[in-house]
């Protein structure tokens, strides 16, 4: 499945990440929307979900990220929506 999130805040160290296959998080905005899809091993035996997919998140919850391979790359989005079936585009996409 995925979720649509929009990016409420995120560390300036998000825009300085230069090796190549972190540049992505160059490309992150505050007021933008990202789809981020829960595929294995992220995926929980036990329950099925994606620790940190917002499942439980209600109304205007502000939720915490931390960008995987930058510990400095954080920040903060709002859950708008799951989709069970995955629909992300190429642009904004991103993987538990």
């Not at 992220?42 to 917002?54: E, I, P």
């Not at 209600?58 to 400095?72: C, F, P, T």
Request: aromatic share 10%; glycine share 6%; proline share 5%.
């Amino acid at each position: 499945y995925c979720v649509e999130f929009r990016t409420e805040s995120l560390s300036p160290q998000c825009a300085l990440e230069t090796r190549p296959y972190a540049r992505w998080m160059q490309y992150l905005r505050e007021g933008h929307t990202v789809c981020v899809a829960c595929q294995p091993p992220a995926v929980s035996t036990a329950t099925l979900r994606c620790s940190g997919d917002g499942h439980d998140a209600h109304g205007d919850q502000i939720l915490h990220w931390e960008a995987i391979g930058n510990s400095q790359c954080q920040g903060t989005w709002k859950k708008i929506r799951q989709l069970e079936r995955c629909s992300c585009p190429l642009v904004h996409s991103f993987i538990f």
